[in-house]
């Protein structure tokens, strides 16, 4: 199985090539693992009690209420950005069938299309996959560069 790559300066999508097909995840690009997020938050959040409890028992005894609706913002801060820290689109051409699966958040949504019938289509920096009663859009995980680079490439394989 050989893994051609298109060639996008600072980065690189591997088209993972199998019996005459191909398949591709695009993915966020995500710094920091959820176990580490969740060190960051505890971190940031006894910060924030520790100091607040010093005001506290100095007598600014209001500064408690605040830091905890602080600590409380910073939770639901955290939480919306690890519901979509692996959000990804697959995906994969093989035997005639392209199959996109599209991840964000709780929802998973699968597409199955012919791809004799289906076209690609690059406007401005957006990729569309159009079948004949569906439009999805593509490569939102990608910078500007790399999805235009993408739906070429993807234009290209289709054809074959």
């Known amino acids: 199985m050989s893994t051609p790559s298109l060639e996008v300066p600072g980065r690189e999508l591997a088209f993972r090539e199998e019996h005459g097909g191909f398949s591709l995840t695009l993915k966020r690009n995500c710094s920091i693992s959820p176990s ?29 209420p605040f830091a905890g609706l602080e ?18 689109e697959r995906i994969a051409l093989e035997r005639g069938q392209l199959r996109v699966e599209v991840a964000e958040g709780r929802r998973l949504a699968r597409y199955e299309l012919d791809a004799r ?18 439009a999805l859009e593509l490569g939102r995980h990608l910078d500007e560069q790399s999805r235009i680079a993408f739906g070429a490439e993807l234009k290209k394989r289709l054809r074959i």
């Open 71 to 88: 600590v409380l913002l910073l939770g639901g801060a955290f939480v919306l950005q690890a519901r979509h820290a692996t959000d990804y």
């Open 36 to 64: 580490g997020l969740a060190c960051v938050f505890a971190a940031l959040a006894l910060a924030v009690l520790t100091i607040g409890t010093g005001f506290a028992i100095a007598g600014a005894w209001l500064i408690l």
């Open 117 to 134: 019938r289906v076209r690609v289509d690059v406007e401005g920096s957006r990729v569309v996959l159009r079948g004949p009663r569906e």
